[in-house]
């Protein structure tokens, strides 16, 4: 069980998981966080929650809602994401590893909540190590936000965030033998942007992070055309549509 995007090589994958460290700060800034909906109901299962983790946690935007339910450490493998977690949320302990050799006691964790990140993991190894830093009872609770497709700019725009290739979440639920079966919901979320802040948050994905100057310039340059040419976007603050989708499992 080997979730990566299906249309990236090896190599690919490698230079586009490890891209994100190189603009870290505008990363903290422009990608957007999750709905306390969906981490209230990835969390529910578990009961009461003390000791959570943010496993892969980038620059903190799960850490940073986590906090809300317990003590919070985060693990992320990239050393300037960790630096701006660590700017952003000082009181959060943040270790540097990855989610197949989590650097932490085995049970020790309530919960482990994965942000925007379980694609780039080796899936059964990393549920096998999220297994073993679990306590029996606890829960994992994986979050992907989408652009909602179902508004026409929303859908025109969001093509482009796509174009390094196909969706990188499983389409079908993970099972491991350590985990009860997985469950699935979706949230509805929203994100304040302004076309500058909007195309910004494109220039954090990793197809574009990778691409040429020349690539990333055309990509960029199409993004601004198309909001420039929506009346709901051309001007000032709007609200990005996202579908937060969630899954969850409680460890056996």
């Known amino acids: 069980m080997n979730y990566v995007p299906r249309d990236s090589t090896e190599h690919v994958r490698a230079l586009r998981a490890a891209s994100f460290g190189a603009r870290a700060r505008a990363y903290a800034e422009h990608r957007p966080d999750y709905p306390t909906e969906a981490v209230e109901w990835g969390l529910e299962p578990a009961g009461m929650v003390k000791r959570l983790l943010d496993l892969a946690a980038g620059t903190g935007k799960l850490a940073a809602m986590l906090r809300a339910f317990g003590s919070v450490t985060a693990v992320e493998p990239d050393l300037d994401m960790l630096a701006q977690l660590r700017e952003s949320l000082p009181d959060v302990a943040a270790l540097k590893g990855t989610a197949e050799k989590i650097p932490l006691r085995n049970r020790s964790m309530d919960a482990v909540g994965i942000g925007q990140a379980f694609h780039w993991f080796d899936g059964e190894a990393a549920l096998d ?122 460890r056996r």
């Open 129 to 250: 190590d999220i297994a073993r830093v679990l306590r029996p009872g606890g829960v994992v609770l994986l979050l992907w936000n989408d652009d909602d497709e179902a508004y026409p700019w929303v859908a025109e725009f969001a093509a482009l965030m796509k174009s390094g290739g196909g969706r990188a979440y499983p389409h079908r639920l993970p099972s491991h033998e350590a985990f009860f079966p997985f469950q699935r919901d979706r949230f509805p979320h929203v994100q304040r942007r302004t076309a500058h802040s909007m195309v910004e948050t494109l220039a954090t994905h990793s197809h574009v992070l990778i691409s040429s100057e020349r690539e990333r310039a055309a990509l960029l340059r199409r993004a601004r055309q198309i909001l420039a040419s929506r009346p709901q976007t051309a001007r000032g603050e709007f609200d990005r549509p996202i579908v937060t989708t969630a899954l969850r499992a409680v």
